[in-house]
């Protein structure tokens, strides 16, 4: 169990659950700019709306399931060390049964003293003004929004930096610090690039694109890998 798989996910991994992508149409996230519903400014401009906005993402993510592709990842833990890091705030690695998942960019399924952002609860149900945490302070979703740090960043670049293969599925590649961590892979090491669309695929050593779906892509892969753990692919 020595080889170590870093998974480095985005939006497109949860798009055949009925998750739609940030930047599918024309920058709108569900009817949004993404600066009202995903950054301080939003927050202090209305509350509410930010707070309504989420509150449907999380009503709508009960009721999505994992895919092919969730599932094909943990299939790999069979094998290989497998450390997920994921940009999404959905729960759809660890319902499919992924063991370390680290997220980026925060959990729907969780929120956050506005005021402490180490004060954090689960969260299952909406979250209203006036909700406060036990220190009084209003309550907010957990979620790394534009402009705020990425508190799990130095985890993620230890991860990368110490895998022997590195997959990438379903993310743009356009919100950094998450961008840049492919930059952090050993050059030596085995990549994967998996994405349907014609996308930019970033100038690094060993880095094979796949084009396809992520439920068909990443199930081929995944395949292929446990065949032949010692593959030079
Ligand atoms: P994007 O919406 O920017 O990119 C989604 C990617 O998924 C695109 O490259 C699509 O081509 C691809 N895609 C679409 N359908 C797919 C499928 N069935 N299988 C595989 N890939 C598919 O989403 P992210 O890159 O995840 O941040 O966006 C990064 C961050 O921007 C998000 O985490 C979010 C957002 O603003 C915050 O909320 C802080």
Not at 138 to 145: A, E, F, G, L, S
Not at 153 to 161: F, W, Y
Not at 193 to 207: F, K, R
């Amino acid at each position: 169990m020595s080889k170590k798989i870093v998974i480095l996910t985005g939006a497109g991994i949860s798009a055949e659950s009925g998750i739609k992508t940030f930047r599918g149409a024309n920058g709108l996230w569900e009817n949004h700019p993404v600066e009202e519903v995903a950054s301080p400014v939003g927050w202090e401009r209305n509350m509410e709306l930010v707070l309504d906005f989420y509150n449907q993402r999380r009503q709508q993510l009960v009721k999505c399931q994992p895919n092919k592709a969730h599932f094909a990842l943990v299939e790999l833990e069979r094998q290989y060390d497998v450390v997920v890091i994921t940009q999404n705030v959905d729960d759809l690695h660890e319902r499919a049964g992924s063991k370390k998942v680290i997220h980026l960019h925060g959990e729907l399924l969780k929120m956050r003293s506005s005021v402490d952002e180490n004060l954090v609860f689960d969260c299952l149900n909406d979250i209203a003004v006036g909700d406060k945490c036990p220190k009084g302070s209003q309550m907010r979703p957990h979620i790394v929004w534009f402009g705020e740090s990425v508190p799990r960043m130095e985890d993620a670049i230890l991860e990368v930096s110490t895998a022997t293969k590195v997959i990438v599925i379903g993310t743009s590649l356009s919100v950094y610090p998450a961008a840049g961590l492919l930059n952090y892979a050993t050059p030596e090491s085995s990549k994967w690039l998996i994405d349907p669309d014609t996308i930019y695929v970033p100038p690094v050593a060993n880095l094979e694109f796949i084009q396809k779906k992520a439920t068909e892509g990443v199930p081929e892969l995944a395949h292929q890998l446990l065949q032949n753990e010692n593959c030079v692919i």
